[in-house]
């Protein structure tokens, strides 16, 4: 007698589907994105990102004591600073607003953890020079307007060891500038900062999805950026930028977006010994408040299975703009 395979018998009930899930979320292996902007008195909405704001550095404190109290594993902060010019250069001033933000970020954490009331989370820092320049691209660019990969290495190693300085547990590299990982390291190391580790975005696609982003950051580009990050019909040069970074020394390597590159995603986690992170971006975040809020999708239903679908694709650690508000859920539910 042929047996009837029954899979759904692990489907029955909640406790059965709960006991037998392959994959779990936790509030620490999120990571919230955080904006702080110079120069303003009260946070800012963000109209494509409906419930993210630009934090002035008076109602940034409060975020991150939220996230602190929800249990997310890190944040990752980009500032805005006031005014911007071709170098970029309030990215390597050591009080610029970004710098500025880490540091306040550092105390309130050490604090915390020193008090025994929460159990810390990983500051992380963008190092990239698009919120910083006046024409919005990553990098300096060449006497012809061309990004000039070699001539912003120096600046993205003297901005990374300021971030160190502020109290930065990671930098961030995000301009995809060749070489970005290996000069950083070196940098880091040389200034004494052996300890604090680089999250490459490794595998950045030039994307549509970071549409709302640039309204996040006031952004000044004009054009694209489609010199330095990756095309999106590309999935084995995902996979090599993952290899060179690691080459360079990355403690951890990056996918972004998330949600459109989940093959990229898993291919890279496969291959790469080291913890892979994924940036659920501000397209994938607005295309989901706003179906929801039309009454489209069910909100919390959709959010967290698109989190739950990167985590399953190979990501230890999700980057996503609901970090705090999964992490609250998580702990009701436990
Ligand atoms: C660059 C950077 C960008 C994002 C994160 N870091 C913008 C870009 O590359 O154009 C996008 C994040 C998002 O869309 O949520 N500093």
């Given at each position: 007698m042929t047996v009837l395979l029954r899979p759904r018998r692990l489907r029955t009930n909640p406790a059965m589907r709960r006991l037998v899930a392959e994959t779990r979320l936790h509030a620490r292996d999120l990571v919230l994105p955080m904006f702080v902007k110079e120069g303003i008195d009260a946070p800012h909405p963000i109209a494509s990102m409906p419930g993210v704001v630009q934090h002035s550095e008076a109602s940034f404190p409060g975020a991150v004591r939220e996230a602190l109290a929800a249990g997310v594993g890190g944040i990752m902060l980009f500032g805005i600073p006031a005014v911007r010019d071709a170098a970029g250069s309030a990215g390597t001033d050591p009080d610029g607003v970004l710098q500025r933000a880490l540091r306040t970020a550092r105390s309130i954490v050490d604090s915390e953890v020193a008090a025994g009331t929460s159990q810390g989370l990983v500051v992380m820092a963008d190092t990239c020079l698009d919120e910083f320049t006046d024409h919005g691209h990553c990098g300096v660019l060449d006497d012809q307007g061309r990004v000039d990969n070699d001539a912003t290495l120096p600046v993205y190693a003297a901005m990374a060891v300021e971030q160190a300085r502020a109290g930065a547990d990671v930098v961030a590299p995000?301009?995809?500038?060749?070489?970005q990982v290996a000069v950083i390291r070196d940098a880091l190391d040389d200034a004494g900062f052996g300890d604090v580790a680089i999250l490459a975005y490794s595998a950045k696609y030039a994307s549509a999805f970071y549409g709302p982003f640039r309204e996040a950051v006031d952004s000044a580009l004009q054009g694209d950026r489609r010199t330095y990050q990756m095309d999106a019909a590309n999935g084995r040069e995902g996979e090599r930028e993952a290899d060179i970074d690691l080459a360079e020394g990355a403690d951890m390597v990056m996918v972004k977006p998330a949600g459109s590159y989940l093959d990229v995603l898993a291919r890279v986690a496969e291959r790469s010994d080291v913890p892979v992170a994924a940036y659920q971006v501000s397209g994938e975040y607005a295309m989901i408040e706003a179906a929801a809020a039309n009454g489209w999708i069910d909100r919390r239903g959709a959010i967290l299975e698109s989190v739950l679908g990167i985590r399953r694709a190979g990501a230890n650690v999700v980057l996503t703009y609901w970090a705090t508000e999964i992490a609250a859920w998580l702990a009701a539910d436990a």
């Open positions: 995000s301009g995809m500038m060749d070489g």
